[in-house]
């Protein structure tokens, strides 16, 4: 009896673990209160500072950043969870959405910047609200369609004999979402939250200091502080902005994804147990904590139940039985198609006569060349990086004392944004008086080269050991090993880095090869700088016809070049 | 009237089912006009090779499918949707990886609305019953495979249904751990102290048949009809070997392994013999069957059930091999016996490149599609043919599955036979083989 008091007595208090919680958590909100007010102040005018190069404000700039990131990533999962569901669960839906995102993922965001800003801010005049919605939609916009497919992959990939036990007890939509689908997705999901994650930083601080036209806005973060140290070519300010931004990247990492990953392993359908269990000493301080855990244990039983209830979805929404699937409605699927190609015929025209305002074929055909530039510009610099990097990365991959210090590296410097140093960099070339058309293209690649590295990192980490020793054993070197043991053997590790890196660098062409350092603007002739121009002329339809044109170019890439490629490589050389 | 509704639990009505493909033309029916009834009290097994609709017809029964057409009736009542009164027992287990053992019982009474003081009783109790005891906080990734199948247990009894549907329940359990979990189930139920009033099974494994039911029906594939019905009387326990026992298995190979009588359901006359699908076999295990049957103890001649014992093989893996030697006339089927022909005692005393030269002749000789291939190849002036043409007249007379895998395994036994290179990049068949 005395024993059991006195065990019951030691198990409320709360433990060390506790404490180091509650702390953090207590800093969450205080954090999040003080930036609250900052958020819905009213825009400054013109010329009043936004920004000031002192230190000392960047610890606030950060967690703005932060939080925008962190705000966009709510919006991306609220967005995935509606859209990939419809997708999944309606057919007639998925004739649309589907391609729509597809396509969607093609698109270079930078270059929509100035129309949602533009959008955002008519919406909330006078207020800073409406700019922060702006940066929030270009996060936004670089993690969802990613994500969105990655749920509906997964949805449409639930084992069959879990859908029958579902079925089979008779659990509504809603049910059967929480307790199978919902879980079912999670680690697919959580990986590729944290993969777009870390292509979102680049967005965001591209997107706190723009200027359309006439508006300039500037939102108080670590890249509009960038953009004013490049302005007074401050180099101090430089360097402290970055060391601020890699503390910023890893603490996200830390705090929020690594627990998120190591947690979601429980929801990974294989029932071997996996070798590599992610471990996060966030995640384990957690698990190890009494009172935190007691007192989220209500939460989680709240949540079960309300997950259990018995909610059905509408009919069209309920999963698709198998007769629907066999007998669908001819007439009906021709008459949607028919509003499909509709709506879609009258959206290209709209587009075309927005263009036609401005631009003559003569202007369609410049722009046509100057994309084929920045095609030539990213295919040589892909090239480059993966002459260089391909057996560096193999090198390390062999060795897994330097594969597990340098893989963590590779990952956090494809998170970190380059922009920030797009102008420093440029210096460079002004000072030396380089050719920009050549020595701006490298700013392409500066960022996006670290996913070649790390995904083939990957890959010769993962290469099978008895492979390299039959090689060995038959003494297949130099050329030969190369070519018909390593290559193949990294190839769909590799091609998955390379197709990132390429849809990275298109983006990246329209900060790029348009920079702008004190006083000078240097220009490297493309695609990217003609967009980016325009912008700051606020020229829309040259904006538009850009845009087009690039997502024309990235989309048939990616259809007729890497595409087949990567399929080549799944169906032969997955090992 | 009143009386039949009380003990039939459930009525098959005349239950067709046929899968359409994507272009909406029909294919061969899965399931053709199968009926079939289960009583209150027993144990009904129903055997069949893969691919011959048996789980289908189990998850036309629970409600899972609805048949193209017949009608399907659970105590009287018509099933439209997912059935009330059973629950099924997967043989992947199905269980929800990240929901710990007592979650994945209480799931079903959970989503069901039962209230949760009695959703946790019931579970305990299930969970008591089936020997989880302990086991309540542990996840799926932590049991072994037969613990994994006793939650499939739990789960299913937890909803007390009044019939327990078992879709090959212990086929992905080692021999040990099914057996034990087979008797554990068949003691349970002598001792009724399981809440179901009937139990279904699917299985490929005749011993497990016999072993369980109270009667077992034999289903034949391609479409899969319901081709005989065997009732079970040796008392429990049973042995295995009890001659009783041995002699029933041995009629249920036999059984099984009779060719169907061409005069039933004769083949359509315009086919050229293309509408022979083809098992999809190694031909290192071809030629080790024949091996093994021509060695001591069996000399030519093996008893099926004792092959099956000695080469460690399942029927969905014996019957393949055997009909595929039946049909290049190197082994032959007789009443429950496997028998070399005169060629396939030849056969084993060959070398390779012999072995290679005859399999290709028989090859031509008895199987139309790859005669129907090299004459193909000959005839063009190129001698080069895309395997597209030979699939879609394939698949004029079975489905896509069965073209596919019927190609396949034609690739496999020409390539051995040396009869005509495939280059799977390009998917064209052509003479040429690297100089």
């Known amino acids: 009896m005395l024993n059991s008091i006195a065990s019951a007595g030691r198990r409320v208090l709360p433990n060390q673990w506790d404490l180091i919680a509650f702390a953090a958590i207590m800093a969450v909100l205080t954090a999040v209160a003080q930036s609250y007010h900052g958020i819905s102040a009213p825009l400054p005018t013109a010329n009043e500072p936004v920004v000031s190069l002192d230190y000392s404000n960047l610890p606030y700039y950060a967690l703005r950043t932060a939080l925008r990131m962190f705000a966009a990533l709510a919006a991306s999962l609220v967005f995935t969870f509606t859209y990939a569901t419809l997708a999944a669960k309606s057919r007639r839906a998925e004739m649309v959405l589907i391609p729509v995102l597809d396509i969607l993922q093609s698109v270079p965001i930078l270059g929509f910047l100035s129309f949602t800003v533009t959008f955002f801010l008519g919406l909330f005049p006078g207020n800073t609200l409406g700019a922060e919605l702006a940066a929030i939609f270009a996060i936004f916009t670089s993690q969802a369609w990613n994500m969105a497919f990655s749920l509906y992959q997964s949805l449409r990939t639930v084992p069959r004999d879990l859908d029958e036990v579902a079925r089979g007890f008779r659990l509504t939509g809603w049910q059967k979402f929480w307790q199978l689908e919902a879980p079912f997705s999670m680690p697919g999901l959580i990986w590729n939250t944290m993969m777009s994650m870390s292509g979102g930083w680049f967005f965001v601080v591209a997107s706190e200091a723009i200027t359309v036209g006439d508006t300039t806005i500037t939102l108080p973060g670590v890249g509009s502080y960038i953009a004013k140290a490049n302005d007074e070519g401050n180099w101090s300010a430089i360097g402290a902005a970055v060391l601020t931004m890699a503390i910023v990247i890893l603490l996200y990492d830390q705090l929020l994804f690594r627990p998120i990953v190591a947690w979601a392993d429980k929801f990974k359908v294989e029932l071997s147990e996996s070798e590599v269990v992610g471990s996060s000493w966030v995640l384990n301080l957690l698990q190890r904590t009494y009172w935190v855990r007691l007192g989220a244990r209500p939460v989680f039983e709240a949540l079960r139940a309300i997950s259990l209830l018995p909610i059905r979805f509408p009919r069209a929404l309920q999963a698709r039985s198998s007769e629907e699937e066999q007998h669908p409605s001819r007439i009906a699927d021709a008459l949607w198609i ?133 090689a060995t054993n038959f003494r297949v070197h130099g050329w030969q090993w190369w070519t018909q043991v390593m290559i193949p053997g990294v190839a769909p590790y590799y091609l998955t880095g390379a197709i990132t890196a390429s849809g990275g660098s298109w983006n990246a062409s329209i900060v790029a090869e348009y920079v702008k350092w004190k006083d000078h603007t240097v220009t490297a002739q493309g695609v990217g700088s003609y967009i980016a121009e325009a912008t700051d002329k606020g020229d829309f339809p040259k904006i538009v016809l850009g845009v087009a044109m690039m997502s024309i170019f990235v989309t048939l890439l990616n259809r007729l070049f890497w595409r087949q490629l990567y399929a080549y490589a799944e169906r032969r050389l997955r090992l | 009237m009143l009386d039949t509704a009380v003990t039939t639990l459930l009525n098959v009505d005349k239950v067709s089912q046929v899968f359409t493909t994507g272009s909406g033309e029909n294919r061969k029916p899965v399931l053709d006009n199968v009926s079939m009834s289960l009583k209150a009290g027993e144990i009904v097994a129903l055997l069949g090779r893969s691919g011959c609709g048996k789980s289908t017809l189990l998850r036309i029964i629970s409600g899972l499918i609805h048949p193209t057409e017949g009608t399907i009736a659970i105590s009287g009542e018509e099933v439209t949707g997912p059935a009330k009164d059973v629950a099924m027992v997967f043989q992947s287990f199905a269980l929800f990886p990240w929901l710990d053992v007592l979650d994945n019982v209480e799931i079903g009474p959970r989503a069901n609305g039962v209230p949760l003081d009695e959703t946790r009783q019931r579970a305990l ?73 009937s139990i279904l099974m699917v299985t490929h494994n005749i011993e497990e048949a016999v072993l369980m039911s109270d009667r077992i029906l034999v289903l034949s594939s391609n479409p899969g009809r319901i081709a005989s019905e065997i009732s079970v ?203």
């Not at chain 2, 249904?161 to 189930?185: N, Q, Y």
């Not at chain 2, 072995?355 to 790859?370: F, M, T, W, Y």
């Open chain 1, 338 to 470: 028919l509003a499909i190609l509709a709506v879609a015929a009258w959206a290209t025209w709209l587009t075309v006569s927005y263009i036609a305002t401005e631009a003559n074929w003569d202007e369609v055909l410049h722009v046509l060349v100057l994309t084929i530039y920045t095609l030539i510009r990213v295919l040589l610099l892909i090239l480059l990086a993966t002459i260089i990097w391909v057996p560096i990365s193999v090198w390390i991959g062999l060795r897994p004392r330097w594969a597990e210090a340098i893989q963590p590296i590779a990952q956090f410097l494809a998170a970190f944004p380059v922009n920030l140093l797009f102008g420093a960099t440029v210096s460079l070339v002004l000072a030396f008086n380089l050719n920009t058309n050549i020595w701006l293209s490298f700013l392409i690649i500066f960022g996006t080269q670290w996913y070649i590295v790390f995904n083939t990192i990957g890959g010769a980490a993962a290469f099978p050991n008895d492979l390299r020793e039959a």
């Open chain 2, 125 to 197: 109790k299930a969970i008591d019953t089936i020997g989880l005891d302990g086991f309540e906080s542990a996840y799926p990734k932590e049991l072994s495979g037969g613990m994994r199948q006793r939650v499939g247990f739990a789960r299913a009894l937890v909803m007390q249904p009044k019939i327990l549907l078992m879709d090959e329940p212990f086929s992905a359990l080692d021999v040990l751990t099914a057996e034990t979990l087979r008797t554990d189930l068949l003691d349970l139920w002598q001792e009724g102290r399981m809440p179901i009033k």
């Open chain 2, 233 to 435: 009387t040796i008392p429990h326990p049973r042995d295995r070997l009890d001659p009783d026992f041995r002699a029933l298995v041995d009629r249920i190979y036999a059984l099984m392994t009779q060719r169907p009588d061409p005069t039933k359901h004769p083949a359509p006359a315009t086919s050229l013999g293309l509408a022979m699908s083809l098992p999809l076999v190694s031909t290192n295990s071809l030629a080790g069957m024949l091996e093994e049957i021509a060695a001591p103890p069996y000399n030519g001649k093996a008893d099926l059930p004792h092959l099956a014992d000695s080469l460690a093989l399942e029927i969905d893996d014996l019957f393949p091999l055997g009909e595929t030697l039946q049909l290049l006339k190197l082994a032959e089927f007789e009443e429950g016996d496997i028998k070399l022909t005169p060629l396939g005692q030849r056969f084993v005393d060959m070398d390779i490149d012999q072995r290679k030269k005859v399999l290709g002749e028989q090859l031509l000789a008895n199987i139309p599609l790859a005669s129907h291939i090299k004459r193909v190849l000959d005839e063009r002036p190129s001698h080069r043919a895309p395997a597209t043409r030979f699939r879609e007249e394939l698949e004029d007379y079975m489905s896509e599955d069965y073209a596919d895998r019927t190609l396949r395994a034609i690739i496999n036994l020409g390539r051995y036979g040396e009869l005509f290179a495939y280059d799977e990049n390009a998917q064209t068949f052509s003479y040429e083989n690297p100089q």
